[in-house]
């Protein structure tokens, strides 16, 4: 059988899509084009409403291009829409998140017992598995050089603008010991990082029996990795990223030094409305510590502009703390109305003119700081991963990086970075 998955949205589904993707080759089964596949999983987001219209659209481009293909989709947005989802065409099968572990199972007694062709075994269908019609994930499968781990899912933070507590419930996390499990089955199948990654990552651990916290798990992983694996934290809540974590990140040479901590506002009365349980003064405070613990750290951020009720001044506010900040680079995101959310029974709706044009101005500003960042880096020294063919690295502050000299695929190499040229780093 030939599949193709399609991910939208976030790490968390990015890692789940792996997981799909590792379990089928395990049973047999081909990683192909959407055209070409028998069963395309459209793994959706449900963040914003365009997320919703980008579902909607692959999965009639995918019954449209390929009509014989089974489509199932699962994810935020078949959560929270099933019937909207499974009345799309060509959609066999609806699997929400509370399923979306057991989807690969699922979908292999549905073809089972599918009627018209008539049903194969499960070795006709998808191969002995650890046999040799298995496969196993790989470093280089489906373009992948990095491992994504979801290492916890769910969220209980009230967040009004927020749909995934509702698409994604309560958090649930992984035990420490399967996460060194699957961390050392990562590296024994090749891979040199592992990008750790969670719907609430901060909250890692905190539903588990004995109680432990997400420093727990830095700790643990990173024992004795130093040379082997390097673990990226992926996006990170501001109030989660304590002293301790910081640490650990700065100390241990098995950790990139990579940070993305979502601001969401810079005006406070902005993030009291959206229910964000910090200040500006704070997140200033977290942001200036890691930047003198770590000078060349990469530290992103998420920004909502048009939030229900923002002012003129509110919007100053964020221009000026982000123009004089040192963050890295900005993910922007244009205000959408979700169903079902505090934020959507607001007053004071920013029109949709003033949303777009704030968003841009932000997008300048987090190009500014971008560059900035990136040509401050010419002259210093990292150890880099390759990518693709070779010809391209990636740092653990997340430069890439051109190089000359190409080496193969996934080795590690030191870098300079020497230039900057039509907007590209170069390496030497």
């Excluded at 059988?1 to 049973?27: K, P």
């Excluded at 998808?126 to 899912?153: H, I, K, N, Y």
């Excluded at 920004?303 to 919007?315: K, N």
């Excluded at 150890?383 to 000359?404: E, H, P």
């Amino acid at each position: 059988m030939n599949y193709a998955i399609v991910t939208f949205g976030c790490r968390v589904n990015q890692a789940d899509s792996l997981t799909f993707e590792a379990e089928l080759l395990a049973n047999g089964c081909h990683p192909s084009s959407t055209i070409r596949a028998d069963l395309v999983i459209v793994n959706t987001c449900s963040v914003t409403a365009s997320a919703d219209q980008g579902a909607r659209q692959t999965i009639r481009r995918v019954a449209r291009q390929n009509p014989g293909a089974r489509i199932v989709v699962t994810g935020c947005y078949a959560s929270r829409r099933p019937d909207e989802v499974g009345s799309l065409p060509g959609v066999e099968c609806v699997v929400p998140n509370a399923s979306k572990d057991q989807l690969v199972s699922l979908l292999d007694l549905r073809v089972a017992t599918h009627a018209d062709p008539p049903a194969l075994t499960t070795a006709d269908r998808f191969g002995e598995g650890d046999g040799s019609c298995g496969a196993r994930l790989e470093p280089g499968v489906a373009g992948r050089t990095a491992f994504t781990l979801r290492v916890q899912t769910g969220c209980a933070e009230p967040c009004a603008y927020c749909i995934i507590p509702t698409t994604r419930g309560e958090p649930r996390s992984a035990s420490l010991q399967m996460l060194v499990r699957d961390v050392d089955r990562a590296a024994a199948a090749g891979f040199k990082e592992i990008v750790l990654t969670g719907v609430h990552l901060g909250s890692y651990g905190r539903d588990l029996i004995p109680r432990v916290g997400l420093a727990d798990l830095l700790s643990e992983l990173s024992k004795g990795r130093a040379d082997s694996v390097r673990f990226r934290v992926s996006s990170l809540e501001p109030m989660d990223c304590s002293a301790e974590v910081v640490s650990l990140i700065a100390e241990r040479p098995s950790f990139a030094s990579h940070f993305h901590l979502p601001l969401q506002h810079a005006s406070d009365r902005v993030l009291a409305a959206m229910r964000r349980p910090y200040t500006l003064l704070q997140y200033d405070a977290l942001v200036t510590e890691i930047r003198k613990r770590m000078p060349h750290a990469a530290i992103g951020s998420d920004v909502i502009v048009g939030f229900p009720g923002e002012t003129d001044r509110d919007f100053e506010v964020l221009v000026e703390y982000l123009e004089r900040s040192s963050l890295t680079h900005l993910h922007v995101f244009p205000y959408s109305d979700r169903p079902g959310t505090a934020a959507s029974s607001l007053p004071g709706k920013v029109s949709g003119e003033i949303v777009r044009r704030r968003a841009q101005r932000i997008r300048q500003i987090s190009d500014t700081l971008s560059h900035r960042f990136r040509t401050g880096q010419v002259g210093s020294h990292h150890r880099a991963l390759t990518l693709d063919d070779g010809s391209t690295v990636v740092t653990g502050n997340y430069l890439k990086l051109g190089i000359a000299q190409r080496a193969g695929r996934n080795e590690w190499v030191n870098v300079r970075v020497a230039s900057e040229l039509h907007g590209e780093l170069l390496a030497s």
